[in-house]
C-alpha cells in the first residue's frame, strides 16, 4: 500500500509526458503540395462590371503542380469574360522572378531543340550534370516554401494571358496569403492593369484537392 502513491505519481508524469510529446500541428513543416486543388473565387471588382449572365459563373484557380526548378507552383486563373491566365505562384518575390524567367527560358531551349538535332552525348552530359545540381538544391528549394510560409502560407503571383477585348498576352501582378497550413482558403489581391485593377481585393476556397497534375498550361504562347 504505501508504494500506491509512487505509482500513482509515475503513472501520472507518463500520461503528462506523452501529452507533451504529442507533436504540435503548428510547428509541422509546410507542405506545398497541399495547395494543389480547385478554388472557386471571389472578387467584388469583377463582379460589379459583369452582365447578370456572366456574375452566375465563377472565378476559378487551379494550382496543378510545382514548376521544374520546384521553386514555384504552376496553375490557372479565369475571371468570366474578363481575364484567362496561366498563373505561377512563389513564396518571395525573388523566387517567383527565378521560377518566371527558368520557365521562359525552357520554353525558349525547347523550340532550339525542335529546330535541330544536338550532340547526344553533351546533351546527356548537360542532362547528368543538371540532375546532380538538382539533388542538391531541393532540400533549400523546399526550405523556402517551409520559411516564407510559417501557418499563414503566403504567395507572390504572376499571371500571364489574355483580357477580354486585347489581341496582346498581357502580365501582372498579385498576392494569395492562405489562412492555414491545409490551405483550404486564402485572400489576396490581384493587378490588371487593362481593367483599371490595382491590387483589387480577392478571396477563394478550395473546392476539390488533387496531386500534382501535369495539365498543359500555356505560358506566353508557350505549353509548359
Known amino acids: 500500500m504505501d508504494d500506491d502513491w509512487q505509482s500513482e505519481v509515475l503513472t501520472s508524469r507518463h500520461m503528462h509526458n506523452r501529452v507533451h510529446n504529442k507533436p504540435n500541428r503548428r510547428n509541422r513543416p509546410f507542405d506545398v503540395h497541399k495547395t494543389f486543388g480547385s ?3 471571389k472578387c467584388a471588382a469583377w463582379q460589379s462590371k459583369q452582365d447578370e449572365r456572366i456574375q452566375q459563373q465563377e ?10 526548378n520546384e521553386e514555384g507552383i504552376v496553375g490557372e486563373l479565369k475571371f468570366p469574360g474578363t481575364l484567362e491566365a496561366a498563373v505561377i505562384l512563389a513564396a518571395s518575390r525573388a523566387s517567383l522572378d ?6 521562359e527560358a525552357e520554353a525558349i531551349e525547347e523550340d532550339g531543340r525542335d529546330e535541330g538535332q544536338g550532340d547526344d552525348e553533351n546533351e546527356a552530359s548537360d ?4 540532375e546532380n545540381e538538382q539533388d542538391s538544391e531541393e532540400p533549400a528549394r523546399f526550405r523556402r516554401f517551409e520559411k516564407n510560409s510559417f501557418r499563414v502560407p503566403k504567395f507572390w503571383l504572376r499571371w500571364s494571358g489574355m483580357v477580354e477585348g486585347s489581341e496582346v498576352v498581357t502580365s501582372d501582378l498579385g498576392y494569395v496569403v492562405f489562412s492555414g497550413t491545409d490551405c483550404r482558403k486564402f485572400k489576396g489581391t490581384i493587378t490588371c492593369g487593362p481593367r483599371g485593377w490595382k491590387d483589387v481585393a480577392i478571396s477563394g476556397h478550395r473546392i476539390a484537392g488533387r496531386g500534382a497534375s501535369d495539365v498543359p498550361v500555356r505560358w506566353n504562347e508557350q505549353i509548359l
Open 39 to 41: 478554388y472557386t473565387c
Open 59 to 68: 472565378i476559378t484557380l487551379e494550382l496543378y503542380r510545382l514548376t521544374p
Open 98 to 103: 527565378t521560377a518566371v524567367s527558368e520557365v
Open 127 to 130: 542532362a547528368e550534370d543538371h
